[in-house]
């Protein structure tokens, strides 16, 4: 089913912002990459705060404020803004922060845009911009995924024994035995794992293609939303996993929900 055109105008607008925020935010980090010390830890020691994280959040309420002054936002790096329109954007300022800090150059921004219907946040425009490569992943639900403008599709069916997938690990050492154990039982029957160190890209490079499949069990809402629609409108399937999520085209999702049942 269509939506309206006023829906698809509004949805166009709404991805030009977010295209605007995970810009500026890519320039702030871009900007501070060579003072990546951390400032201070989240959730342990191995959880770290920059002041690129800071500046990106800070860029990215800047534009905030000038556009869309009534949408509420929800991010990783600092306080909660409510909505007074039922629209809201959950960001992961620098998503792969660990990786900034090592000078990895592999980290992003994740923004997605949630509109309140039925009584839930849905994802209806996401963007997530690979910072050192400059690649720009987006989606408008309905409307498809692309990368820097190009239309993206997952790669299905992939055989399970020639899927590549990508995993990550939490901060806490009880989360990383039971991945640990998670990422054992799964190995035997796949091609290979990788753990790249940003949820977000990895959901992106599922949506292009270049892996096939991805599970973590625990996350927050910023590190998916985004590149959970842009999965999703490129012809793959994102569930639930525990407290995470779980991605792939639609074969290989099926086969590695199997393997992750228990």
């Known amino acids: 089913m269509t939506e309206p055109d006023g829906v698809r105008a509004d949805l166009a607008e709404l991805l030009l912002v977010g295209r605007a925020m995970a810009t500026e935010a890519s320039e702030a980090i ?26 990106s959040d800070a860029a990215i309420r800047a534009r905030l404020t000038a556009s869309r002054p009534l949408d509420g936002l929800l991010s ?18 620098l998503d792969g922060t660990v990786n900034y800090v090592h000078q990895i150059p592999h980290f992003a921004v994740s923004i997605a845009c949630e509109a309140y219907t039925a009584g ?19 989606a408008v639900r309905g409307g498809g995924s692309q990368r820097d403008g190009a239309p993206i599709g997952v790669a299905d069916p992939v055989p399970l024994p020639q ?11 009880e989360d990383r035995r039971r991945q640990a154990a998670q990422v054992a039982r799964v190995a035997p ?24 499949g991805y ?17 999703e ?15 792939g085209g639609p074969h290989v999702h099926e086969l590695l929900s199997q393997l992750l049942a228990d």
């Open 30 to 55: 871009l900007a501070l990459t060579s003072a990546p010390e951390p400032l201070s830890t989240k959730s342990s020691p191995t959880d770290p705060v920059t002041a690129a994280d800071v500046a």
């Open 76 to 93: 990783e790096d600092g306080e909660s803004i409510a909505s007074h329109n039922d629209l809201r954007w959950v960001i992961d300022p």
């Open 120 to 138: 839930t946040w849905r994802a209806v425009v996401g963007v997530v911009h690979d910072v050192m490569r400059g690649e720009q992943f987006t």
């Open 163 to 173: 899927a590549v997938l990508a995993t990550e690990f939490g901060y806490q050492p």
């Open 189 to 212: 029957h796949v091609a290979d794992i990788r753990a790249p160190g940003s949820s977000a890209i990895d959901l992106c490079w599922i949506a292009a293609g270049r892996l096939d």
């Open 215 to 231: 599970f973590e069990d625990e996350l927050s809402r910023w590190d998916w939303a985004a590149g959970r629609l842009i999965v």
């Open 233 to 247: 409108e490129a012809g793959g399937i994102v569930t639930t996993f525990a407290q995470g999520v779980l991605a």
